[in-house]
């Protein structure tokens, strides 16, 4: 059996109650180009812009699924087990399966009819090829072909509701991952290391049914060790030397949430991010950046038989890019339609996201600017013929550059698929230890 499997079975004999027991296996093929690797190409500028080589590829993927739940009247917990195996037989017909390892656990606890905590802690070891590196580091275009990682996350959050119209919330979180490859002829990690801790204490305030008021403080540190060391006399990356970086930043925000006619939803929030170096970054220039989110979800159309849903949504975000090792502010615009006719659903994403500020430093010389412009849309037709059968088909496609306005931008890293999925779970079946 897989590495996580005995993990959750075992589990079902430390639980002194009775226990729900699932499994299930989802197939999904893939058929498209990624891009493999790098063919030198010049501009008409003085940077040289790498010329992406994109390759035809077919992948093959199974991920047996084994999952367990205990619900009683005041906790609900969750263990679920992913074994994620990757094969590309074109262009790697000899080449051996990708092994990915993905265990989580979460839970819910009701003490009381005012309060309530929750946790999900979620491990993943293995070996990631482009596509789910993209899912980790879902913030971050410019990433390596494949990878072996160990990515560990923990989430936490309780709310109390102090009265009728008021609740106080906590959220905590905690992210770590390393990479266990290095750069040809270096002893760089791909990835550098990155922990990240981040609390965000809020509070929310209904003004009446319809509409909401909240504010919160985020705080993160993000503390990565391995990043590309960037010369102090040229915005360059000196190759083959690497530094420790530690940034906190400060993140308060106010917004509102309102409802109209049970149609729409609207989200609305503004704030700024204040991030200041405590290791490394003696360069970093501390001053406050804007933040701000929209997004409205709607409902287009309502029958007994069909429903037709929209979201769009808008706004930045301040992160530690975890490969450059630097503070950057992106701007994010999404678009996504969803319809459900009976067991047929039909949805169409897309999503476009840019560097605000564009103070990114280059690249080693002939290298060309870092990716920091992204373009991604997929279109999906999913059919549930039963509780535990649910077949999924359509396509994805991604595009990448540098920063809007660089001397070298251009779309390359294209990466475009056809897939289909089939997911199949078995009846929980109940089990007293």
């Known amino acids: 059996m897989f590495a996580s499997g005995p993990v959750i079975l075992s589990a079902m004999f430390l639980i002194q109650a009775e226990a729900q027991f699932e499994a299930g296996a989802r197939i999904e093929t893939r058929v498209g180009e990624m891009p493999t690797g790098t063919a030198q190409g ?39 087990s992913a074994t994620r195996i990757l094969w590309r037989p074109v262009p790697l017909l000899d080449s051996r399966p990708l092994f990915l390892e993905n265990l989580e656990a979460s839970g819910t606890r009701r003490p009381s009819k005012r309060s309530q905590w929750q946790f999900r802690i979620q491990g993943s070891y293995g070996e990631q090829d482009y596509t789910s590196l993209q899912q980790q580091f879902a913030n971050q275009p410019s990433l390596p072909l494949a990878a072996t990682m160990l990515v560990v996350n923990g989430t936490a959050g309780a709310a109390w509701r102090s009265s009728r119209r008021t609740t106080l919330t906590l959220q905590l979180g905690a992210v ?54 960037a010369n102090d006399q040229t915005p360059t990356l000196a190759n083959g030397q690497t530094r420790n970086l530690n940034l906190l930043s400060i993140q308060p925000q106010v917004g509102i949430r309102e409802e109209r006619a049970h149609q729409h939803q609207l989200h609305l929030a503004v704030g700024i991010a204040y991030t200041v170096a405590l290791q490394g970054d003696t360069n970093l220039t501390s001053y406050p950046v804007p933040l701000f989110q929209i997004d409205l979800n709607s409902v287009l159309q309502r ?131």
Not at 46 to 56: D, G, R
Not at 327 to 355: E, K, N, Y
């Open 303 to 433: 029958t007994r038989t069909a429903v037709v849903r929209s979201s769009l949504g808008a706004g930045t975000t301040a992160f530690v890019d975890p490969v450059l090792g630097a503070s950057v502010t992106r701007g994010i615009a999404q678009v996504g339609i969803d319809t459900q006719l009976g067991p047929w659903s039909v949805g169409a994403f897309c999503a476009f996201t840019t560097d605000v500020f564009g103070r990114l430093p280059a690249l080693a010389p002939g290298e060309g600017s870092p990716d920091e412009t992204a373009v991604l849309s997929e279109i999906h037709v999913r059919y549930r013929s039963s509780r535990r059968l649910i077949a999924e088909f359509g396509g994805q496609y991604t595009e990448r550059a540098p920063r809007l306005g660089a001397p070298d931008f251009v779309w390359h890293n294209r990466e475009l698929w056809l897939f289909l999925n089939l997911t199949a779970s078995s009846l929980p079946s109940s089990t007293r230890s």
């Open 176 to 229: 770590h991952s390393r990479s266990f490859d290095t750069q040809p002829g270096s002893t760089i990690p791909t990835i550098p290391t990155q922990t990240v801790v981040t609390a965000a204490p809020g509070l929310t305030h209904a003004i009446d049914r319809r509409l909401t008021m909240e504010a919160f403080a985020t705080i993160i540190d993000t503390d990565v060790r391995g990043a590309p060391l």
């Open 42 to 80: 010049t501009s008409s500028s003085s940077t040289v812009q790498p010329a992406t080589v994109e390759q035809t590829q077919v992948m093959v993927v199974a991920t047996p699924l084994l999952s367990l739940r205990w619900l009683d009247s005041i906790d609900d917990l969750r263990a679920n």
